[in-house]
């Protein structure tokens, strides 16, 4: 009797729906619950202790943004799902609807505003050092909640069933008319990010741009300084390096290095033909280095010029300046030895005199 006075209970109905009925949807609420704070629970926890052993700390800070979601979003999912089965008025199901939409949106958007700040911090410390956070950080900051904000706040409305064309529009024009008025420092920054992630120099290389040459000193959002060789500091735009040719020193394994040296027009033709061997014996005996050739090139205005390439396994100028000069007192020493003059600027003057 018991049990038909059960069923007979759920049978019954109450606002167009059954007692069974409202039982399954509690049922699939509880349930719902249950499994989400397990995922949080369990499953959070292993990806927080797998995102540990990675090397990037992305994937830390979007495990620890996710587990901040409140509880009423996972409770708001869980009602929505177990309201599907029940027959209620189309406003509460509406409402329910509505509340879903407004916390996913909202905790989404947060999500994403973390994140792109928790980038914008990385790039700012790993450009500026010591110090994380400049004007063109919080700038960048600023504009991306705000456009976040923007998009979420016209979803909400979307779903609330406002017609939000013409504030998108509105928007729109208003965002053309900003991105006109900075494009200049937009330019800059987004030339910024491309350094960072094509790194084609660090702090610390010896680059060329254009005339301009120095050791790069600091890598900034908007700017990028480096050192000249007199000392002075030369503050180059990020849009200009990445829409010019750099040249990068420190990314160069060897230097190919060519040099001249002139006789006098009196040497004679037995003591030229020995030089190239002379200057080959002596680049070879000097480390680091790698002959390629040399010849007797031309018919200076003054001397006889003779060409030479080598190679050197080393990139430092510094270095470079050493070995050249240990060539120079070398061949200096080789050439006085067999009376080879080296020439300088000179000019011969023959007088003829006429016949009376």
């Known amino acids: 009797m018991d049990k038909e006075y059960f069923l007979n209970l759920l049978g019954e109905s109450y606002f167009g729906n059954t007692v069974e009925s409202y039982l399954i949807a509690l049922a699939i609420l509880l349930g719902i619950m249950i499994?989400?704070?397990l995922l949080k629970g369990r499953i959070f926890a292993r990806l927080e202790k797998w995102a540990h052993k990675t090397k990037t700390d992305l994937d830390d800070e979007f495990i620890r943004a996710i587990e901040t979601i409140p509880g009423i979003l996972y409770f708001f999912v869980a009602l929505y799902v177990a309201l599907q089965i029940l027959i209620l008025h189309p406003v509460i199901h509406k409402t329910v609807?509505?509340?879903?939409?407004?916390?996913?949106?909202y905790w989404a958007t947060k999500l994403a505003a973390e994140l792109i700040e928790f980038g914008l911090?990385?790039?700012a410390k790993k450009q500026n050092g010591k110090r994380e956070k400049n004007t063109t950080y919080y700038a960048l900051n600023l504009i991306s909640k705000l456009i976040l904000w923007s998009t979420g706040l016209l979803l909400i409305l979307s779903n609330l069933g406002v017609n939000i064309s013409a504030l998108v529009a509105s928007l729109g024009i208003g965002g053309i008319a900003v991105a006109l008025a900075i494009q200049n420092i937009l330019s800059d920054i987004f030339s910024s990010f491309s350094l960072y992630l094509d790194k084609p120099f660090e702090i610390g290389d010896f680059i060329i741009v254009g005339e301009n040459m120095g050791t790069v000193k600091k890598i900034g959002l908007k700017t990028t300084r480096i050192e000249a060789l007199q000392g002075e500091e030369i503050v180059i735009s990020n849009n200009e390096l990445t829409s010019t040719r750099v040249r990068n020193f420190k990314k160069m394994k060897k230097r190919r290095i060519v040099f001249l040296i002139g006789v006098t027009y009196s040497t004679p033709h037995k003591l030229l033909s020995k030089i190239p061997k002379i200057i080959k014996e002596t680049i070879k005996s000097i480390k680091k280095t790698t002959f390629d050739r040399s010849h007797f090139a031309n018919f200076g205005a003054s001397s006889l010029n003779f060409e030479t390439v080598y190679y050197l396994e080393s990139s430092d100028y510094?270095?470079?300046m050493d070995t050249q000069q240990k060539i120079n007192l070398a061949l200096v020493k080789s050439f006085e030895k067999e009376g080879i003059e080296i020439a300088f600027p000179t000019q011969t003057v023959y007088l003829h005199q006429a016949k009376e």
């Open 121 to 123: 911090a990385k790039v």
């Open 97 to 105: 609807e509505i509340i879903l939409v407004i916390l996913v949106i």
């Open 318 to 320: 510094n270095e470079y």
């Open 35 to 37: 499994f989400l704070k």
